[in-house]
């Protein structure tokens, strides 16, 4: 069989990585850092109230309890 004699560990990718963002220089790696600057932050009650997510799972739970109740007499 031919095909690709490379290794199936994911050690290419990992090195890949770190060798992309690793510099020597300050300035360049305070650019590529995901966590430095300004971040948008907000509270869990702000998030459900906004999020479409957090309404269906709301919904869900409730849609779900009722089933039970209906099912089993509870």
Request: proline share 3%; aromatic share 6%.
């Amino acid at each position: 069989m031919g095909g690709k004699t490379t290794e199936r560990c994911g050690r290419c990718a990992m090195s890949t990585v770190v060798d992309a963002t690793a510099s020597e220089d300050e300035s360049e790696r305070a650019s590529r850092d995901p966590y430095g600057g300004d971040r948008i932050e907000i509270d869990e009650s702000e998030l459900r109230a906004v999020s479409p997510a957090a309404w269906f799972e709301g919904l869900v739970g409730k849609l779900d309890d009722l089933a039970t109740r209906l099912t089993y007499g509870k």
